[in-house]
């Protein structure tokens, strides 16, 4: 009589990304996931809400949770990113914290290691962009970090390059529990379209204006029609100030043009079908300012 071969327990759980500004937490989930989820850019705070992305394997469904970035401050964003952010903890079956290989350790990767001390999962730490540093210069790092909280696993990669990812992800497997296929195989996120659009308008924002200006600016998708062979978008970007206005509008129109052509490829990429997008300029003054207006963009 042939001997019955055991079958592989099928893994799923949540993985929490955590980490300060521009640590490549939303690099890190494109690469595990394949596609462009959530936004990327090199200043601080792109990220404001968190967006779940899906990566399906044969053995295991890992939800990855990618955060807004971790920093003290006082204004009404930022405390709703850190409640974003944290709140995410709790429902975690792991968490998965990123820092930058070549920084040091700062008062806001402390806040967010004393946050972990009230945690009964397990914390993995990812060093990350290890290929911009010499090998040796990650050493005191992990020396450091080993002595300020017990991780599960501490592991260098390069999420850009993709480089110890495979590692990554059998650490997490490994620590996974058994469960059920949360999402279709199809799904790469639990975000609606509407909010991916939206996210992608405001990531070309961050890429191609000046510096105050992405912090000041909320995109809104009024309206979302989908034909044959095409999706028609209508968005505003809304700004605090009459100046920004400008800018984003830009000489003729010209900045506006670009925004928007940027977004509509990439949107139409992910969406893969033509996309026709039209862009609105709004001065809401000082909306950052007010909690009824934030809440209304969705933070």
């Known amino acids: 009589m042939a001997e019955q071969t055991q079958e592989k327990p099928f893994k799923s759980g949540f993985i929490a990304i955590i980490g300060r500004p521009n640590v490549g937490k939303s690099t890190l989930l494109n690469a595990v996931i394949g596609e462009k989820i959530s936004i990327v850019s090199q200043k601080p705070q ?40 944290m709140s995410s903890l709790d429902n975690a079956d792991a968490v998965l914290y990123l820092i930058e290989a ?14 972990f001390k009230r945690l009964k999962n397990p914390v993995i730490l990812a060093i990350n962009k290890v290929d911009a540093v010499n090998k040796q210069d990650i050493l005191p790092l992990i020396k450091t970090c080993s002595g300020l909280f017990p991780f599960k696993d501490i592991i260098p990669i390069s999420a850009l390059k993709k480089d110890g990812v495979e590692t990554l992800l059998k650490l997490i497997k490994a620590i996974l529990p058994e469960g059920p296929k949360y999402f279709p195989e199809d799904i790469m996120t639990d975000q609606p379209e509407r909010f991916i659009t939206a996210e992608m308008i405001r ?46 509008i830009g000489k003729g129109g010209a900045m506006l043009k670009r925004i928007g052509t940027a977004a509509r490829e990439d949107i139409e990429r992910l969406l893969g079908t033509k996309v026709f997008l039209e ?11 007010k909690p009824d207006v934030m809440k209304g963009f969705g933070y």
């Open 203 to 248: 990531e070309k924002i961050f890429l191609f204006t000046k510096d105050e200006i992405p912090y000041s600016a909320a995109v809104a998708v009024e309206s979302f029609k989908e034909k044959k062979n095409l999706i028609s978008i209508s968005a505003t970007i809304h700004v605090e100030r009459d100046s920004q206005k400008g800018i984003i």
């Open 46 to 85: 792109t990220t404001r809400n968190i967006v779940r992305g899906v990566a399906n394997f044969d053995d295991a469904q890992i939800i990855f949770i990618d955060t807004p970035g971790i920093h003290k401050g006082s204004g009404l964003l930022t405390r709703f990113m850190l409640r974003e952010a």
């Open 279 to 289: 862009l609105f300029v709004r001065v809401e003054k000082d909306w950052g300012k």
């Open 102 to 115: 070549g920084k040091e350790i700062n008062e806001d990767d402390l806040l967010i290691i004393e946050n």
